[in-house]
């Protein structure tokens, strides 16, 4: 049976339909060439300017490139990259909340076309992480970088990637105070670097400033110094002298000159840094703001606390804006701000800012965290300067268990944390178990941080004030002195703590009654006090009653009366005349009226004085000794013989606990004693009681001169 045959015309048909077909594809795919090019175009244009930091120009380039992934095969693909793209833009102009949003819907896509375990997705949720650690999300952060860098690290070929993610993996670990284990990820990261052969998306030296944070946080400066530097000169080598990255190095290497006390080396890295920042980045950029905040750092560190307020609360407010109220570095501007309003005297104020901080630290990082350390020792601060002694201690202990844990017992934040322990015992009249910590607080800032550190000033400041309440003037004339040396060299002319040093040593001048050099050191005190703080801060106040202390002990009744009635016009107004630094003042102008014979104002003002004491002080403290000793002399001077006694005894035994036998002031006490004794026809009491007065005066006048 013949085979049909089409007609002619239908073959030439057939053959047409054919012939367009592969015109179809044909044009389709040079459509789809052109349209990848365009898109590639836009996509390579957008990153260039993203680099240049044209945010907008680069956001309209991938607008562009969004629509054209929409006319493109494997579209999931194509808007995936684009997506990832975008996100870079907004987490370079630091819109974290973009760019998370972002990352989400990029990883999203990996998971459900390349599969959950393929290196896109990998790197996806590498990005999402790095977003979440800009916005303060580190424990969310933690997971999706353990994922990516565990899957990375089983792909072959992917070394360059995978040292990366380690990088940013160990970041995020340093962050939530996993310091050991961070160093461990950038040195891996690092050792990974040669097998990225002729890759360079590897940085070395973004792990290289990571390993040297890591250093300098853990107390190592010279090494963190030097490394540092040598990834300072790299970069500016690579991307100029003006490139953000050299901004970052210069900001990093002074934050090691800070840890060593070098304040004006660190002013000029900063300086620099905040240069290059401004005139790249928008005003209200958070990497622009951290400049801000560390200039106000400085600004602090110099001792110019009203101008670090300022700055400080600048920065609170754009941070807040734009971070959210919930981010880690909200939280350090309100530790920053509250740290400033403290040293201004605005304890309420600081102490709001402080809780505040606490909560949101605690909330994003951890109760064990460092930065919670910092902060409960910045509280504990406040607590200490409102009388609020026990809340104060408990802080610092906490702190102290925190960095210990974190870093060792031979940190230096573990000797400010003793320090400051020390300084409670200090405040408690625990004057050797002051010296003893403040002693080994010394020993580690001198083996961490150098002995002409500022902060071994302070330990050497706050020594010699206990040695002074001990009766040991020549040793606390020392530690005062080089103190005050220290403090003269490494920090700038006008500084409070310099003014603090020049009126602890003339307390101690005003004890050994060298009163023409005391005079001098409280008058230059004074006058730094009022320019650095004002003339209503409590420094002022407790300078005036110092002064005024000094010319009590030289009898210049009215010159020392205007001091003290300025001193607690002050004290007043700070703290409505209430604290244990008012106390002071409040006794020592009832013993002007004793002086004056004005007994009734001598009395309601010695009561005032107790009273304030026994409610903030241990029983057994020195300080109520002062008060029983004055309000005793009230009752001789009233004759009430038997009250006056009865306050001399109590006085004596607190005395007698608390203090060296030969102790001036228990000397005087005995004379006084004697005296009223003698008074009331006890002459073989009075004599024993003046014979312990001079022995006391004889061994303390022996071993000061031994000690001399």
Known sequence: MPVPQLPIEALWVFLAFILLGICYIAVRDLRQRRVIRRWVDSVEAASKERKLLHFPEARRLLQDAMVLSDRLRDRWRIRAYTLGEIAAVARAEGSYPEAERLWREVLAIREKFNGPSSPETAMASSNLAMVLDDAGKHIEAEPLHRRAVNHLQQTPGMASVAANCMNSYARCLHHLGRTAEAGDLYRWSLALAPLAGADTSFEPTASMNNLAVIMNNTARYPEAEALHRQVLEMRRQQSGEESLRVSDSLTNLASVKLR?????????LIAKAKEIRDSQLPEDHPTRLSALNNKAVVLYKHGRYTEAAALHGEVLVARE??????????????????MAQSALGRQQEAETHLNRALAITRAALGESHSKVADLLTNLAAVYTKQDRLAESLALHERALRIREAAYGPEHPLAAASLGNIAVLDL???????????????????????????????????????????????????????????????RLKPGHRDIATSWMNLANIRIDQQHYVEAEELLEKALSAFRQALGDDHEYCAVCLSNLGNLQLQQKQLEAADSCLVQSLAIHDKANGGASLLASAAINRLGDIRLEQSRLAEADALLTKSLEIREARLPREHPHLALSLYSLGRLRQLQGRAADSEALYEKALAIRAAALPPDHPDTAKLLEDYASLLEANARVAEAGELAARARAARESHAARESAAG
């Open 260 to 268: 060593q006390g070098d304040y004006d080396e660190a002013d000029e």
């Open 321 to 338: 804006r734009i971070l959210g109220p919930d981010h880690p570095d909200l939280a350090s501007s309100l530790m920053n701000l509250g």
């Open 427 to 489: 405040s408690q009249g625990r004057y050797e178990d002051a010296i003893q910590r403040f002693g080994r607080a010394l020993a580690i800032g001198e083996k961490t941080q150098g002995a002409e550190h500022p902060e071994q000033a302070q330990r050497l400041s706050n020594i010699a004030i206990a040695y002074r309440e001990l009766g040991e003037h020549q040793n606390a004339a020392r530690a005062a002195a080089q103190a005050l040396r220290i403090r003269e060299a």
